[in-house]
């Protein structure tokens, strides 16, 4: 078998002089090559060839190798031609046409052919068998029909009738593997190159190997073939995992039937796409919206708004959810977000209060959704209708780079110049609460498709709603919590004083309880949080002139905390008088044993002292005595002593410093308690390695 014929050789097979050959190739376009021999010339390539020449020349060949050049070869037939279905089709229709053509002159009178033609032509046009006009098109003429039923009379078989029209470029645009490696290549990059420039890459570097370079469209072609087969790598490849995810990675899909209302509450954040004034700074900023949403009946529950997502919002928003669901939810399905992760709600390592996560409490489990995989949670669909609010609102900035506003543009003054006209700024935290507040009412219902079949989200939720829940104990159970110091004003949070009496004269830490949205008190606990110790009501400031300028509330605030302070001093020195009596009687004590031992030391009467001898003497003792307690007594004033000492490690960086960098002796009690303090764990995780930096830094200093 050779891989290219002279139109010689072509004609032999079938049947033809060679200048058929050489027409026929130049009206196919026949794939060719110059002749390497006498007598120049044309060679076709034998892969350009039209398969019914193809056919006949292997056929002859084979024959020919055997001996047996002269017999009959078998006619091919559609089923064993080697055609595309598409031309499959064209190549039956033809023959359809032909015999419906055929009928058609049979019944014309003799004579009248040509106008018989002429109407077969014009009724087949017109759509008398619309079929085969769709298939094979308006430009069909009666001549081309001719030319249809004479092939078939010769040959008997609809494969002469194949459109074999352009089989001649087959060479040129056969895609070898070395092209569609360095094709794809130039394609398959992460930063997605268009493919007008990923195709001119890849030709530069066909052309540096030597390989013949297809056309444009060719590998376009390609490309569009192996993207049907290879999606996802495509995605992959050129847009990352989160698009393959989106686009290319199968789908699961939930059975919302198998679930009830308030079986699982999905909760994420939103970042609201319009602006709305601070009310802490003043500025306009996009608030964030954070949602509590039923799956099962795709109702929200519970939402806030806030500048930030945090855990008081999440909190916040939860615990209405739960009223207005009136039960507690079995499972919150919870964004992978560092605030919906907070050790507030896990209970995970939160050493400063030694509490529970709030789930834990509420005895509800938590799923985290997949990082990345926005189509887990239901509630981001909900976000995604919320868009219809938003646009509408004076104060939108658009949801995308693409979609903001003119007036957010450089030289759109006009636009801007009309917005500020008009003053509709940015909302308030009020208006942005009722407005979102409106468009959920209508959301919830508006008739749903999907798995509520066309019932509304609120008469799904009523229908599945709880008795109720005790708002007092999940208002408990929803405090903020944190670990505070008692000061003698009480204990500050958010630049606002809280203080009770039994607060007085307390100086350690405790643990503080509080409603974000019921800043009127707030309940102190031991550090540990397992004992209460009173309910601190916020305590104002007084007016400087109560009495004379102040209105009736300012007397009552003042008279309240001039009786608290006047009962704490009635307090004191009731306890500080007992302590002077005892302080008193030891004093006179020491005074009677003083005089006793004074009149021990009385001379004879015979051997008077001058008066101004006796008063030496006194003093002299006196001295001696007050020299011998202040030998006795500390060089230092002990830790229990200052009131600015309140915790163990304030204590021993206080002795530590008498000791390395004062250079005085401790007492042996201080010296013990020192040990003591250094082989406990908070000292070894905590301050082991500053103190040690610190005492080499004294040694070497003192020397």
């Known amino acids: ?31 060719s090559r110059s002749r390497q021999a006498r007598g120049g010339g044309k060679e076709f390539f034998f892969a350009s060839l039209p398969e019914d020449v193809r056919l006949k020349i292997m056929r002859t060949e084979e024959a020919c190798s055997k001996g047996l050049a002269t017999c009959p070869t078998p006619t091919p037939t559609l089923a064993t031609a080697k055609v595309s279905g598409r031309q499959k089709t064209k190549a039956l229709a033809k023959v359809d046409l032909v015999a419906i053509y055929k009928e058609w002159m049979d019944k014309a009178e003799h004579g009248g052919k040509a106008a018989a033609r002429k109407q077969f032509i014009s009724g087949y046009k017109g759509g008398a068998w619309p079929k085969l006009l769709e298939i094979l098109g308006s430009k069909v003429s009666w001549q081309s029909i001719e030319r249809w039923k004479v092939s078939l009379r010769k040959t008997s078989t609809a494969v002469s009738l194949v459109d074999t029209r352009g089989a001649g470029n087959a060479a040129r645009t056969v895609m070898t593997d070395q092209h569609t490696e360095l094709l794809l290549r130039m394609v398959l990059q992460p930063n997605a190159p268009t493919l007008e420039s990923a195709i001119g890459h890849a030709c530069d570097a066909m052309h540096a190997t030597g390989l013949y370079v297809p056309s444009n469209n060719t590998m376009r072609r390609f490309l569009k073939n192996w993207q049907e087969t290879n999606f996802g790598t495509w995605v992959f490849t050129r847009e990352g995992k989160k698009a393959w995810n989106d686009k290319a990675a199968f789908f699961i899909e939930r059975d919302y039937s198998k679930i009830n209302v308030g079986d699982i509450m999905v909760a994420d954040g939103h970042v609201l796409n319009f602006q709305t004034i601070n009310p802490e700074t003043g500025k306009a900023q996009r608030m964030e919206l954070v949602m509590w949403y039923d799956m099962a009946s795709n109702c929200p529950t519970g939402w806030e708004i806030m500048p930030t997502e945090n855990t008081q919002s999440i909190a916040s928003a939860f615990r209405r959810g739960v009223i207005n669901l009136g039960k507690n939810p079995l499972i919150a399905y919870l964004d992978n977000g560092r605030a ?22 509420l005895g509800i489990h938590t799923i985290f959704a997949w990082p990345y995989h926005g189509q887990s949670k239901t509630v981001e669909r909900f976000f995604g209708t919320l868009h219809q609010l938003e646009q509408w609102l004076p104060s939108y900035v658009g949801n995308t780079i693409s979609a903001k506003p003119p007036r957010m543009s450089r030289g759109e003054d006009m ?44 008469d799904v939720f009523l229908a599945g709603r709880g008795s109720g829940v005790d708002e007092a104990e999940l208002r408990h159970l929803m405090m903020a919590k944190e670990v505070r110091h008692i000061k003698r004003e009480g204990i500050k949070l958010f630049g606002e004083r809280y203080y009770h009496p039994d607060l007085y004269s307390r100086t350690h830490a405790v643990q503080i309880r509080y409603d974000i949205h019921d800043l009127d008190s707030i309940l102190v606990y031991s550090e540990d949080g397992t004992r209460l110790i009173c309910e601190a009501p916020r305590k104002g400031k007084v007016h400087p002139a109560a009495d004379l300028l102040g209105s009736a509330q300012d007397q009552q605030e003042l008279r309240e905390q001039l009786t608290m302070k006047k009962s704490q001093e009635k307090d004191a020195a009731s306890i500080v008088r007992g302590v002077l009596d005892d302080a008193m009687s030891d004093q006179q004590k020491r005074m009677k044993q003083l005089d006793a031992k004074q009149q021990e030391l009385t001379p004879a009467p015979d051997a008077k002292l001058p008066i101004s001898q006796s008063k030496v003497t006194s003093i002299e003792e006196a001295r001696q005595n007050a020299r011998k307690e202040r030998d006795a007594a500390p060089a230092y004033i002990p830790p229990a002593e200052k009131s600015d000492i309140i915790t163990e490690l304030e204590k021993y960086e206080y002795l530590f410093g008498l000791l390395y960098r004062e250079g005085m002796t401790l007492r042996e009690a201080d010296s013990e308690w020192m040990e003591y303090y250094e082989s406990t764990e908070e000292y070894q995780e905590t301050a082991a390695p500053l103190f040690e930096r610190r005492k080499q830094l004294y040694v070497r200093v003192n020397g």
């Open 1 to 31: 078998m050779q891989d290219a014929y002279t139109a010689k050789e072509v004609a032999i097979p079938l049947n033809v002089s060679r200048q058929a050959i050489t027409k026929r190739a130049a009206k196919e376009s026949w794939s």
């Open 415 to 458: 636009h801007r110049k009309v917005w500020a006209a008009a003053e509709c700024g940015p909302l308030t935290i009020q208006e942005t609460h009722v407005a979102v507040a409106q468009w959920i009412d209508k959301y919830i219902n508006t008739p749903q498709r999907g798995h509520l079949n066309g019932r509304c989200p609120a």
């Open 340 to 361: 919906f992760r907070s050790k507030y709600f896990n209970g995970v390592d939160f050493k400063q209060t030694g509490i529970g996560g709030l789930f834990q409490e």
